[in-house]
Nanobody, 127 residues
Framework: QVQLVESGGGLVQAGGSLRLSCAASGRTITYYNMGWFRQAPGKEREFVAT????????YYADSVSGRFTISRDNAKSTVYLQMNSLKPEDTAAYYCAQQTGASGTIWDVSLADFGSWGQGTQVTVSS
């Protein structure tokens, strides 16, 4: 079982930037697609971005496309989410997750496709 720990969240003004990190330990993440999700108070957890095992392919939710960038460093067992031009509606707890199987695609973005989750890191964007 892989353990995922997110960090880098905080309070930022609208238009600002944050970089989230997700450090993995235990089972390797090298051969697995990884994703970022978020959950605002009173709302369901939603997909943000996925990246394939090699880092060559990425997929984004329409709401963050062009502002967020997902990346990974397999040598460091770490996945990143660079968030630019932040908006108040980006306020949420952000979660890193690993797809359950090694044969999935970056378009498999339902919660059920991901078997390992971090504890989340809070991002608050003030207007």
């Amino acid at each position: 079982q892989v353990q995922l720990v997110e960090s880098g969240g905080g309070l930022v003004q609208a238009g600002g930037s944050l970089r989230l990190s997700c450090a993995a330990s235990g089972r390797t993440i090298t051969y697995y697609n990884m994703g970022w999700f978020r959950q605002a108070p009173g709302k369901e957890r939603e997909f943000v971005a996925t990246i394939n095992w090699s880092g060559e392919s990425r997929y984004y939710a329409d709401s963050v496309s062009g502002r967020f960038t997902i990346s990974r460093d397999n040598a460091k067992s770490t996945v990143y989410l660079q968030m630019n031009s932040l908006k108040p509606e980006d306020t949420a707890a952000y979660y890193c997750a690993q797809q359950t199987g090694a044969s999935g695609t970056i378009w498999d973005v339902s919660l059920a496709d991901f078997g390992s989750w971090g504890q989340g890191t809070q991002v608050t964007v003030s207007s």
